[in-house]
Antibody, heavy 119, light 113 residues
Framework: QVQLVESGGGVVQPGRSLRLSCAAS????????MHWVRQAPGKGLEWVAV????????YYADSVKGRVTISRDNSKNTMYLQMHSLRTEDTAVYYC????????????WGQGTLVTVSS | DIVMTQSPDSLAVSLGERATINCKSS????????????LAWYQKKPGQPPKLLIY???TRESGVPDRFSGSGSGTDFTLSISSLQAEDVAVYYC?????????FGGGTKVEIK
């Protein structure tokens, strides 16, 4: 069945970097755009970034633009989120999600990985 | 950016009664080629990932109980739960997926009265 598994979260100091991974299985990963969405403690859902099926196009939320890079390795069925210059406000559970078809719904989500930015 | 505004922030409904959640967007996102609105509704429970309930504003995702329904057009959309069950206690979010940055509403917390 379709499965998305995030990893790479943890506790990191402000200003440091972290790379999250999203391993996909159960579907043709290279055919789907993929998203990152986060939820800070006690807050709502916030869309972070999207990458096209072939990795050629990426879009970012203003809150992370310039500090975050989304990428993917279709040979490894894995998507990444490289985060730099982390801030306390980046503390959140980060979810990866699959876009079902171009410009359509995000229908499958991972369980999330917690990133805590704290000194 | 498209701003999504949900109301109310929270509501308490008796078991078996109807719950209605509203979502208003700052601009329309209708694809005139297929007459579809790029709006989704998600259910979020603590410790769980978001669950897709409704897409294209009114299409129920496979496996979602038919007590959940979506409606609306233009800039005003609604999620209804026709007969609230205990397992429906959650926070509900609308989202536009018309163009990046994709944006969520602030969420509506549904509780049992």
């Amino acid at each position: 069945q379709v499965q998305l598994v995030e990893s790479g979260g943890g506790v990191v100091q402000p200003g440091r970097s972290l790379r999250l991974s999203c391993a996909a299985s159960g579907f043709t990963f290279s055919s789907h755009a993929m998203h990152w969405v986060r939820q800070a403690p006690g807050k709502g859902l916030e869309w972070v970034a999207v990458i096209s099926y072939d990795g050629r196009n990426q879009y970012y939320a203003d809150s992370v633009k310039g500090r975050v890079t989304i990428s993917r390795d279709n040979s490894k069925n894995t998507m990444y989120l490289q985060m730099h210059s982390l801030r306390t406000e980046d503390t959140a559970v980060y979810y990866c999600a699959r876009e079902s078809s171009p410009g359509a719904k995000t229908d499958c989500w991972g369980q999330g990985t917690l990133v805590t930015v704290s000194s | 950016d498209i701003v999504m505004t949900q109301s109310p922030d929270s509501l308490a409904v008796s078991l078996g009664e109807r719950a209605t959640i509203n979502c208003k967007s700052s601009q329309t996102f209708l694809d005139t080629s297929n007459n579809k609105h790029y709006l989704a509704w998600y259910q979020k429970k603590p410790g769980q990932p978001p669950k897709l309930l409704i897409y294209w504003a009114s299409t129920r995702e496979s496996g979602v109980p038919d007590r959940f329904s979506g409606s609306g057009s233009g800039t005003d959309f609604t999620l209804s739960i026709s007969s609230l069950q205990a397992e429906d206690v959650a926070v509900y979010y609308c989202q536009q997926y018309y163009s990046p940055p994709l944006t969520f509403g602030g969420g509506t917390k549904v509780e049992i009265k």
